[in-house]
T-cell receptor, first 115, second 112 residues
Framework: GAVVSQHPSWVICKSGTSVKIECRSL??????MFWYRQFPKQSLMLMAT?????????EQGVEKDKFLINHASLTLSTLTVTSAHPEDSSFYIC???????????FGPGTRLTVL | QKEVEQNSGPLSVPEGAIASLNCTYS??????FFWYRQYSGKSPELIMS????GDKEDGRFTAQLNKASQYVSLLIRDSQPSDSATYLC????????????FGTGTQLKVEL
């Protein structure tokens, strides 16, 4: 159990376009999902906390109008990178919280390359 | 500021040996602790969770928690080359909205 999927696994897009990444908890319901970004050889950086049915909570320095998060159901959260630029190229990873202790299970990640 | 600290390594151990990974945390309100394994280019994988003082064993892995010393450790017995990865320690508190605070990770290399 505790499987989280992400789609797509990788995407290449042109500068100025928008990219949507889906995160699904396949075998459990996740009230809370989290979105991270990781640059090569660096630590995970939490971008935002996504709660089902409410607005996401963004970490300091993360532009909410650029990184749109929607958590429409207990099994699906989406991250849309709007007007992507080359500096947005990164590894985007979601996680879903399960249980009273909110164990977080990570999706396989989405590698975004903006040309 | 809540912090979780780990030695970045690399920690090199011979195959078959015990690997000992350590982590300290600053927030005394932390209640849940997790060890994740992350292979290069992949996402983190949860390998151990621990919530109370003492030891918790799962196969070749043993997590140890000492809340008085604000210390968490992970022991890997009979280390295998496939254990070579970065190990991330994480802590969360209910007052933190269930967010995880991650350490920077310890790189483990298991040598043949």
């Amino acid at each position: 159990g505790a499987v989280v999927s992400q789609h797509p696994s990788w995407v290449i897009c042109k500068s100025g376009t928008s990219v949507k990444i889906e995160c699904r908890s396949l075998d459990f319901q996740a009230t809370t999902m989290f979105w991270y970004r990781q640059f090569p050889k660096q630590s995970l950086m939490l971008m935002a906390t996504s709660n089902e049915g409410s607005k996401a909570t963004y970490e300091q320095g993360v532009e909410k109008d650029k990184f749109l998060i929607n958590h429409a159901s207990l099994t699906l959260s989406t991250l849309t990178v709007t007007s992507a630029h080359p500096e947005d190229s990164s590894f985007y990873i979601c996680s879903a919280g399960r249980g009273a202790n909110n164990e977080q299970f990570f999706g396989p990640g989405t590698r975004l390359t903006v040309l | 500021q809540k912090e979780v600290e780990q030695n970045s390594g690399p920690l090199s151990v011979p195959e078959g040996a015990i690997a000992s990974l350590n982590c300290t945390y600053s927030d005394r309100g932390s209640q849940s602790f997790f060890w994740y394994r992350q292979y290069s280019g992949k996402s983190p994988e949860l390998i151990m969770s621990i919530y109370s003082n003492g030891d918790k064993e799962d196969g070749r892995f043993t997590a140890q928690l000492n809340k008085a010393s604000q210390y968490v450790s992970l022991l890997i017995r009979d280390s295998q080359p496939s254990d070579s990865a970065t190990y991330l320690c994480a802590a969360s508190s209910t007052g933190g909205g269930n967010k995880l605070t991650f350490g920077t990770g310890t790189q483990l290399k298991v040598e043949l």
